[in-house]
């Protein structure tokens, strides 16, 4: 069953300032984990934004995060965060237009 991790991040600085480091040196890193799927970056705000990472499952999230976060997170994204707020859960209902 998939997973999906929302981590709504509040910056100190414009969106577009940490978009480029997300890009750059997040993605590569998170293309590598297993049980990875896909990610999105949506700007809710100048200085807010909404991370959306679907996993294979809640465990492969957990392992990702235990990778992420130490490593390209505290270095890329955290120095800027104001605060950040993290749900993980399995997904329940998936509708496409197909």
Same mark, same amino acid.
């Given at each position: 069953?998939? %997973?999906?991790? +929302?981590?709504?991040?509040?910056?100190?600085?414009? $969106?577009?300032?940490?978009a #480029?480091? /997300? &890009?750059?040196?997040?993605?590569p890193?998170?293309?590598?984990?297993?049980?990875?799927?896909? %990610?999105?970056? +949506?700007?809710?705000?100048?200085?807010?934004?909404? $991370?959306?990472?679907?996993? #294979?499952? /809640? &465990?492969?999230?957990?392992?990702?995060?235990?990778?992420?976060?130490?490593?390209?997170?505290?270095?890329?994204?955290?120095?800027?965060?104001?605060?950040?707020?993290? $749900?993980?859960?399995?997904?329940?209902?998936?509708?496409?237009?197909d």
């Amino acid at each position: 069953m998939s %997973a999906i991790v +929302v981590n709504r991040i509040k910056l100190r600085v414009p $969106v577009e300032e940490v978009a #480029s480091a /997300v &890009e750059r040196e997040v993605l590569p890193v998170l293309r590598g984990l297993p049980g990875f799927e896909r %990610a999105s970056l +949506v700007q809710v705000g100048a200085n807010e934004m909404v $991370v959306v990472i679907s996993w #294979s499952s /809640v &465990e492969a999230a957990g392992a990702g995060a235990a990778i992420l976060g130490p490593g390209v997170f505290n270095t890329f994204i955290a120095p800027h965060a104001e605060s950040q707020d993290r $749900v993980v859960g399995p997904v329940l209902l998936d509708v496409r237009a197909d």
